[in-house]
């Protein structure tokens, strides 16, 4: 555990005691931070197909979880799967991270200011493999050929192209947050005109980590989004800005809370009062863009607002995300660049 226990919950602010796992109140996992980093590590020493130090660090990642939470069992599943028992360590070994301190240590401040906020770069090289290796399921890449080959019928080939990847970018968001929690999940399935879909097994998520969970594929997205509205604004290219509305739509559609969508989840870790400053955002960025898609998530969330779903002490996290979705996402789809047919 860490040298210094969490002595209040990140989430509720109730106060923990030291051998704390999970706080008692709001079912908030104690050591997230812990296990964020430690996931990092995993996933890079999987990527670089060095699977004794990848079990290493999922082993490690036991201690902070409670042994009969389903994240324990997923992961506990996942190492006898992955990979067989790591060497023993010798002697004379250098100590764990010595490596990366070699690479890091000519850069000096920087390369420690890298290395003290979480590993940045090295979760962005993660997620960049991540993305790649979700294209290894024949179903996944074979169902979006065909809903490529729609939009390219509708658009051309360009739009078509950029649009099935921005919405893949956007499923594989949720997967990596399921896999953040050691909940496994299908490969995205395309449908054409409907976007794509993923398949997991939600029993025993807290509240708070279905909202995670949700809101995990429209920041993905956003990122897409974001990506395809600075490359259209430094080329002028009417392709990459319209992809860019495109994904801010999609994205916007996605957080209206109804039925199976992402707000509709996200909104499970949110009171009342939580409910009624979406709304209030979604009212002002309305009345500010003209956006009919807020409208429907303003209609959404005063639903939401009366039903008896509510739990009485909300995730402020949850909703600074949501908050801050709708406002960047919001930016994104004030481009009003729609596909040309002829692309």
């Not at 897409?224 to 739509?249: F, H, R």
């Not at 003209?290 to 995730?315: H, N, P, S, W």
């Not at 908050?323 to 994104?332: D, F, H, M, S």
Request: proline content about 6%.
């Amino acid at each position: 555990m860490s040298e210094v226990p969490h002595q209040f919950c990140a989430q509720c602010g109730l106060k923990l005691q030291a051998v704390s796992l999970i706080c008692p109140s709001c079912a908030t996992l104690v050591y997230t931070e812990e296990l964020e980093q430690l996931s990092t590590r995993a996933n890079w020493a999987e990527s670089q197909g060095d699977l004794p130090r990848a079990r290493e660090a999922w082993a490690e990642s036991l201690r902070y979880l409670p042994p009969d939470s389903p994240q324990y069992r997923a992961l506990a599943d996942r190492i006898d799967a992955k990979a067989p028992a790591p060497p023993p360590i010798q002697e004379d070994a250098p100590p764990e991270g010595s490596r990366w301190k070699k690479v890091l240590g000519p850069l000096g401040g920087f390369g420690l200011l890298i290395w003290k906020f979480k590993g940045i770069a090295l979760l962005a090289l993660t997620k960049g493999k991540f993305l790649i290796f979700g294209l290894g399921k024949m179903q996944t890449l074979f169902s979006m050929f065909a809903s490529m080959l729609l939009y390219w019928s509708l658009y051309g080939w360009k739009f078509g192209l950029g649009f099935v990847l921005s919405i893949y970018v956007h499923e594989m968001g949720h997967v990596f947050a399921l896999r953040r929690f050691g909940i496994q999940s299908t490969a995205p399935m395309f449908i054409p005109l409907f976007g794509a879909f993923i398949r997991a097994d939600f029993r025993g998520a807290t509240p708070n980590q279905e909202g995670q969970i949700a809101l995990g594929g429209p920041i993905w997205g956003l990122g897409a989004a974001l990506t395809c509205l600075i490359v259209g604004v430094a080329t002028e290219s009417p392709i990459w800005l319209a992809l860019a509305d495109a994904g801010g739509y999609i994205n916007l559609f996605n957080l209206i809370p109804v039925w199976m969508l992402d707000g509709g989840r996200a909104f499970r870790a949110l009171s009342r009062r939580q409910r009624m400053i979406i709304c209030a955002a979604a009212a002002a960025l309305w009345f500010l863009t003209g956006k009919g898609m807020f409208a429907l998530i303003l209609a959404g969330g005063v639903y939401r607002c009366f039903t008896k779903d509510q739990i009485e002490k909300g995730d402020n996290q949850i909703l600074l995300h949501f908050l801050g979705l709708l406002a960047a996402l919001g930016v994104v789809s004030m481009t009003g660049v729609r596909p040309p047919t002829d692309a």
